[in-house]
């Protein structure tokens, strides 16, 4: 059976869900670095993971931090930071190599000069803990970065499958494409962290010999307690509020992202107001109906409603949301 030609209207064979003559088959784009840059860092991962896994993992227990023993979710997340910078950093292999290193002396004779002077940039990537300054309506746009260590710009592609946060942290390491930056591999989103406190980390471990990659084992296991350290100094009834909001945010069925969304309002609320009060289910009713009303665009939603879900009054609720309406919008003159 001869070969199916293919439709300049139909899907793209690449799967990119664009029409193909929008994608692979527009000669401009065929020209653009980019589409081979997402190629080579698919590839990437899994020549690293296929080939590597176990080499990874005997590599991941030589920085096994005590400190993180008892904490599984934590100890999860560490080893995730860690593989990326096993795969990127550690010159473990023969010739004193790194994987990236390898895959790139295996595929570089193949690519086109300008694609390969991007993808040698990757390999002298460092991770770093970017700040994100701005998030855009829509999942076109631009997402807006600051890294915490040299307090440079940097711009990643907003996509519809992976939510941000204004104000939240990253740990990751960026490379460049054609016109924008994106992150290697995997990232470690960081909420409720003081961002006064990780400079001072940043800091500390940058000027040590080695500098923040050569010490990120260390630098990765500060980040991760500073996290619990926030929690456990904090009046642990803001807490309770940030979990019974939380709880019953996922029974409605409510995206995770809102629900972050919700929880680091109320981080900043707690940080700026302080605010002193004995029962924690009439802020996170306030709170549910502020993220019902404001993120979802739920008009519907009433006070009353909310108030009876969380067995609290009608006239505290309308208290509390006045008070994180009027921070919000005090935040936005």
Known sequence: MGKKKIVRNDPCICGSGKKYKNCCGNSRIKQNPNHELDRLHQ???????????????????RFKQTRLEENSELKDIYFTGMTLWIIT??????????????FYQLVSPKLNPIVKQYFYRWTKANPSIYEV???????????????LQTNKFYSIPSRADDEYIKGSQIVGTLVPYAGFYSFLLTVIKLYGHNNQTLLETVDHFSKKKGGFSGHFPDV???????????????NPLYEHVAQSFADHMAKKGVDDAVILQGLNLWNKFCEQKNPTFK????????????????????????????????????????????KLSNMVEAGNK
Not at 93 to 101: A, G, K, P, V, Y
Not at 133 to 147: A, F, Y
Not at 220 to 234: S, V
């Open 43 to 61: 590839q990437l991962q899994t020549f690293a993971l296929e080939r590597y896994g176990n080499k990874i993992k005997e590599q991941s227990q």
């Open 89 to 102: 950093k550690l010159k473990f292999l023969e010739n004193n190599q790194s994987i990236i290193e390898r």
């Open 133 to 147: 300054m701005s998030v855009p309506k829509n999942s076109q746009g631009m997402i807006e970065l600051r890294d």
């Open 220 to 234: 990765l296991t500060e980040t991760l307690l500073l996290g619990i350290h926030n929690a456990k100094t904090r």
């Open 279 to 322: 029962k924690a289910g009439p802020y996170a009713a306030a709170l549910d109906y502020y993220v019902q009303k404001h993120v979802l665009g739920d008009s519907e939603v009433t006070q009353r409603t909310i108030a009876k879900e969380y067995d609290t009054s009608l006239s505290s609720i309308s208290t509390n949301y006045r």
